[in-house]
């Protein structure tokens, strides 16, 4: 796996951000495009970089798993793991989003407060990755990709469980399941949903020359869904393979670039979700094949410019801070 290398100055270097979704681990949680070790040095060698990030959220990555419990707790490893990596002083690892198999039902209980035990006050709620099209896999990691799973009764009564405890659910979807994920987030209107990767409009297998197409319907299904005050957006997933035309793929990308590609989603996103109810991600270092880490702050930079102070401010900080209520560092 190649990496970009491709480094920018950091634009607007004072900015506040909350990156809210990236991973850490030992082994690739991407059997089919194996990556380098990403560590908590690492992260902080990018989040030391240039850019005022403040504090990050660490999103499940099918890593360090425990293996000798029943099945169905092996993600609490990841927590645990995550949690004794973080260091008291920095705003790295200010909250976890942890992993939990929505079949289980009412008895997803048990695996959150197993998570709530070893993760503390970092373990702010669970995600899926209920990404799922008939024309091709990603490579889901160590569970199991549910066609329909947001729609089965067992995925109801796991958030009616997550509300119990005031604990988000994340997932990531593709374009065309973005009707799922709100049918689901409207059984639990006091609940906080988030959707991952700006709802991954596909641009790879069959849908690479029919982007207008799939914008619509994308488009629209974000429109229906921005209607649920309680469900937030990440902008992010800018370099996420399955949302990226293979000509893009073709070489390491500039802000620039990224922002001329990327602006029409984004800026509908941001008027449709509103600086309210928006967050930054940076995916890494799933996107790093694509960008840097600077390069993709930038990127963001560079696309809500027209946007006013408090409303970057809401989109880059504010926002992420009270959505998932974390407690950063004195001096932050």
Request: net charge negative; charged share 25%.
């Amino acid at each position: 796996m190649q990496l970009a290398t491709l480094q920018e100055a950091a634009l607007e270097p004072d900015l506040p951000i909350i990156d809210t979704h990236h991973h850490i681990w030992f082994d690739s949680a991407i059997p089919a495009a194996p990556y380098p070790p990403y560590l908590l040095e690492d992260l902080i060698r990018d989040t030391t970089g240039g850019h005022n990030i403040v504090a990050t959220v660490f999103a499940e990555c099918s890593a360090e798993y425990w293996t000798d419990v029943p099945e169905h707790l092996a993600p609490v490893g990841e927590t645990e793991w995550v949690a004794k990596q973080r260091r008291p002083d920095r705003g790295e690892l200010a909250g976890i989003i942890a992993h939990a198999d929505l079949r289980l039902g009412a008895r997803i209980g048990e695996v959150l407060d197993a998570h709530q035990e070893v993760g503390g006050e970092t373990f702010k709620g669970i995600r899926n990755r209920a990404a799922w099209d008939d024309n091709f896999a990603f490579p889901p990691g160590k569970y199991q990709i549910i066609p329909g799973i947001l729609l089965t009764d067992a995925a109801a009564d796991a958030m009616a469980e997550l509300a119990r405890r005031d604990l988000i659910f994340e997932a990531w979807v593709y374009h065309h399941q973005l009707d799922d994920f709100r049918q689901l987030a409207a059984r639990q209107p006091n609940m906080r949903f988030v959707l991952d990767h700006m709802g991954c409009p596909l641009a790879v297998g069959p849908y690479a020359e029919k982007r207008p197409e799939v914008l619509a319907e994308w488009r629209a299904g974000l429109s229906r869904l921005a209607e649920l005050d309680n469900v937030f957006f990440k902008i992010g997933g800018l370099g996420l393979a399955p949302a990226i035309h293979p000509d893009v793929w073709a070489e390491p990308r500039s802000s620039e670039y990224l922002a001329d590609y990327w602006r029409p989603e984004v800026m509908f996103a941001i008027e449709t979700f509103t600086p309210e109810r928006c967050v930054m991600e940076s995916d890494f270092p799933v996107d790093a094949p694509l960008f840097t880490y600077g390069t993709f702050w930038n990127t963001a930079k560079r696309i809500t410019a027209p946007f006013s102070e408090a409303e970057r401010r809401l989109m880059f900080h504010d926002t992420a801070l009270s959505l998932y209520r974390l407690t950063l560092p004195s001096g932050s």
